[in-house]
């Protein structure tokens, strides 16, 4: 297969950037992650590393964009400690723009704290997000005008369902969403004939459609569904049986590509910002098919890596990874 054009994405890529802007709404962590070294024991102290990064959905979503050359404003919530100070370095260091992001007077910054054991797979979690529900409609309302003149604005679910359901009534613009967990999927059921762009997995996307997912039949029957309930475009993470891509009754499936796994953590935002990146630059035009093979792109370098954004993702670099894998 001849990925699509790739002198058209190039001069896609060079729009003018006070033109067209991607919006995201969602949260911003510091991550601390542990990293099992090559045996991993439950209930033990392992040999690893430790490393302490920026985060969260909403940022690492933001971060791949701005690594993809789109420009990209992140509205969310920070406090005013050092974890905050360090988070509002670190995106003006990514090209994140906080123009209309806040910082919380005499508020912790949220923290996720992780391990992962020696197959780069998540052992355990704990989130510290509370500063996420200062993200209300009130707080939304006026910055409206500049979200609704966003090309596309991405939503976390991190953000409670009333916010939620504002953004879908509110918010003209195309809506892509990111469920985030099982537990805060239903808060977009309310909203999902609003929905644009949906990035579940087979778990998530259970809860939204009551069909349990066991193999890629019964996904292509749920993704079905979803078109159904009003979701334009369907994305389900299958974790080792790569990507369905669903669109008007089309139905694709691209397998992974990824040579070895470091980490699992932040593949999915991965994921979700190259479908973003995709439809900036291509708007429909991009073939179903090749939308999973970026995506997959993306994810592999991803995994790859023990960072939750990859250093190394670039738009050079999964065109050449796709290219491999046609």
């Not at 060079?14 to 033109?19: H, L, R």
């Not at 809860?207 to 309930?229: H, P």
């Amino acid at each position: 297969m001849e990925v699509h054009d790739r002198r058209i994405m190039a001069e896609r890529i060079n729009f003018n950037m006070n033109e067209e802007y991607v919006v995201v709404i969602g949260g911003m962590n510091i991550d601390i992650a542990g990293l099992s070294g090559p045996v991993y024991r439950e209930k033990d102290s392992n040999i690893g590393e430790v490393s302490i990064n920026i985060g969260g959905v909403g940022q690492n979503i933001a971060q791949n964009l701005t690594k993809l050359e789109t420009p990209t404003y992140l509205i969310t919530v920070y406090g005013d400690d050092n974890f905050g100070k360090i988070a509002k370095m670190e995106c003006a260091k990514n090209n994140i723009k906080l123009d209309y992001a806040e910082q919380m007077e005499g508020m912790r910054s949220s923290i996720y704290l992780y391990i992962n054991d020696n197959e780069g797979d998540l052992v355990t979690a704990i989130n510290d997000m509370k500063i996420v529900d200062f993200i209300t409609p009130e707080f939304l309302e006026n910055k409206l005008d500049f979200i609704n003149k966003a090309k596309i604005v991405v939503v976390d679910c991190n953000l409670s369902k009333e916010t939620i359901n504002w953004i879908g009534d509110n918010v003209t613009a195309p809506i892509f969403v990111d469920p985030v967990s099982v537990a805060k999927t239903d808060r977009i059921q309310e909203v999902l004939n609003k929905i644009d762009t949906l990035k579940p997995n087979e778990h998530e996307i259970q809860i939204l459609t009551g069909i349990k997912v066991a193999d890629e039949e019964s996904a292509k029957l749920a993704a079905e569904k979803l078109n159904e309930l009003g979701v334009k475009n369907v994305f389900i993470s299958l974790g080792a049986q790569g990507i369905l891509c669903s669109r008007n009754g089309e139905i694709d499936v691209v397998r992974p590509m990824a040579k070895r796994i470091v980490s699992t953590n932040g593949a999915g935002d991965c994921t979700m910002a190259t479908i973003v990146w995709s439809r900036f630059n291509y708007g429909d035009a991009l073939p179903l098919k090749e939308v999973g093979l970026f995506t997959q792109a993306a994810a592999s370098i991803n995994l790859e890596s023990p960072c939750s954004v990859a250093p190394d993702l670039n738009v050079k670099n999964i065109l050449y990874r796709a290219q491999e894998n046609c």
